[in-house]
């Protein structure tokens, strides 16, 4: 399916005439793709992406860098509590021209004159994203006994940890004044 070049995160690189050295930038606000994220942090399909980009024609075919910042929304890895953030990544990418040869299998192709700039800009955003992401660095996360949060209950919160095969072992109260005669 070809390329159309109204599409959001699709780079016409007409203006550079395949003349080396010669230079565009791309400044755009694009809504976020479905997939920009994993499954417990991510940007939310359809928000905001800020572009900042430069395409320069080099021999090889078209460079593109510059940085990408968009809001994240997920949880809390540790208390399931909801989590947003921002992140910024720095992009890089080389886009070599139809017909040029290349020993690197990972340098991305232009089709005719338009670069599909989703796919470089999606991993590089979701490679960015936290793993674990946290709502605080203190976050004592749920309990795992009854799935209570622990920062709403930390001095309170204990159970009783007493192992099931064991249970019948336990001390039994003794009455006092029966034991007395």
């Known amino acids: ?3 159309d070049a109204r599409q959001p ?3 016409d690189t007409r203006e550079l005439g395949r ?5 565009r930038v791309v400044r755009r606000t694009v809504e976020a793709p479905a997939g ?3 499954d417990i942090i991510g940007v939310p ?3 905001p992406i ?4 430069r395409l320069e024609a080099v021999m090889e075919g078209v460079l593109v860098s510059g940085h990408a910042r968009a809001a994240t929304k997920g949880e809390c890895a540790r208390c399931l509590d909801p989590v947003s953030s921002t992140v910024e990544v720095e992009l890089c990418e080389l886009y070599a021209y139809p017909g040029h040869e290349s020993d690197d299998d990972d340098i991305g192709r232009l089709e005719g004159d338009l670069i599909d700039f989703a796919p470089q800009l999606r991993d590089a955003v979701v490679l960015a994203l936290p793993l674990r992401p946290v709502c605080a660095d203190s976050c004592e996360g749920l309990c795992a006994t009854c799935g209570a949060r622990l920062a709403d209950e930390l ?3 204990t159970h009783d940890d007493v192992d099931p095969r ?7 109260p003794v009455d006092t004044e029966k034991s007395e005669r």
């Open 1 to 3: 399916m070809p390329l």
């Open 9 to 11: 995160l699709v780079l």
């Open 19 to 23: 003349r080396p050295g010669s230079m």
């Open 36 to 38: 920009f994220g994993l």
């Open 45 to 47: 399909e359809g928000s």
């Open 50 to 53: 800020e572009l900042d980009l």
């Open 155 to 157: 001095d309170q919160h």
């Open 166 to 172: 064991w249970a019948a072992l336990r001390l039994v």
